[in-house]
C-alpha cells in the first residue's frame, strides 16, 4: 500500500509534522501540486490525501488529483485545505459551477469557500457527528472535540446545495456550521475543516485516518482502478 499526499509539504506546519507521525509505518509520497499536471501523476497510489496549508501552489494539480479520486472510486481524505479543496472540485464538476471559487484565491465568481466570521487558527471545539455516517463509524461516537488551523469554510449560501446531492455534510459544529462532509456511493472519500492527524502529535490514535487506511489497504487488495494491484493485473 502506498499514499499520495495532495500538498505542498513545509515541515514548520504542524499538520504536515502530524501526517508524518500518522503515517509513520505506511509508505506515502509527498506530491508537490505543480507537479501534477495530468491524472497520471496521482494514478499509482491506494489512496489519495489533500493535505493543509493552502493556499496551494497549484489549485489545478490540486483538484485534478481530487477529481481523479471522486471519479475513480479511490479512497480520498481531504483534512482542513483538502477538505475545501474537495468541496470546490464538487461545486464545479458535479453541480457545473465553472465559476466557483475558492475565496482564499480569488474575489471573482461563487465563493464556495469564504472567510468564517470566527477564525479557527488553533482552536479545539466540540463537533458533533451525524448518525449513520462514516465519521460516526470511525469515532464510535457522536460527539468528539478536534483541533483546526483554518480561516475559511463553506460558504453559508452554499451549504443548502450540500444537502441536495451525494456530498453529504456529516458532522457541524455546536452552532450548526458544517465540519466534514463524504461523498455517498464512493469506496471512502471524506473530508473535515478540522485536523484529526494532529491526534498522532500527542501519541493518540486518529480514527478518520485509521479508517481511510483501511479503506485504502482494500483497495490495494481488490485493485481498485489507479492502484498499483489494478495496473499489475492489466499488464
Known amino acids: ?9 513545509d515541515e514548520s506546519v504542524t499538520a504536515h509534522r502530524a501526517i508524518e507521525r500518522a503515517l509513520r ?19 499509482g497510489f491506494d489512496g489519495l490525501w489533500a493535505v493543509p496549508a493552502t493556499p496551494y501552489r497549484s489549485q489545478s494539480g490540486a483538484l485534478t488529483a481530487i477529481r481523479f479520486a471522486r471519479e475513480h472510486d479511490l479512497p480520498f481524505l481531504g483534512t482542513c485545505g483538502g477538505f475545501q479543496h474537495a468541496v470546490l472540485e464538487y461545486a464545479r464538476n458535479v453541480l457545473g459551477w465553472s465559476d466557483a471559487v475558492h475565496g482564499e484565491e480569488s474575489e471573482e465568481g461563487r465563493a464556495v469557500i469564504a472567510e468564517l466570521q470566527c477564525s479557527l487558527v488553533e482552536v479545539t471545539d466540540e463537533i458533533q457527528l451525524l448518525p ?22 463553506v460558504a453559508p449560501d452554499f451549504e443548502a446545495l450540500l444537502e441536495s446531492g451525494p456530498l453529504r455534510v456529516t458532522a457541524r459544529d455546536r452552532d450548526g456550521a458544517v465540519r466534514a462532509v463524504e461523498l455517498e456511493g ?19 490514535p486518529a480514527p478518520l485516518v485509521s479508517a481511510f487506511l483501511d479503506a485504502c489497504r482494500h483497495a490495494g487488495l481488490s485493485g481498485a482502478p489507479g492502484s498499483p494491484a489494478r495496473r499489475h493485473r492489466r499488464e
Open 186 to 204: 464512493h469506496r471512502f472519500f471524506a473530508g473535515t475543516l478540522f485536523q484529526p492527524e494532529r491526534a498522532a502529535l500527542a501519541g493518540r
Open 25 to 43: 509505518d505506511v509508505p506515502h509520497e509527498w506530491i508537490a501540486t505543480e507537479t501534477i499536471a495530468s491524472e497520471a501523476r496521482v494514478s
Open 132 to 153: 449513520g455516517t462514516r465519521i460516526a463509524a470511525a469515532y464510535g461516537t457522536s460527539e468528539i472535540r478536534e483541533g483546526y488551523h483554518c480561516r475559511y469554510g
Open 1 to 9: 500500500m502506498k499514499i499520495g499526499l495532495i500538498g505542498d509539504y
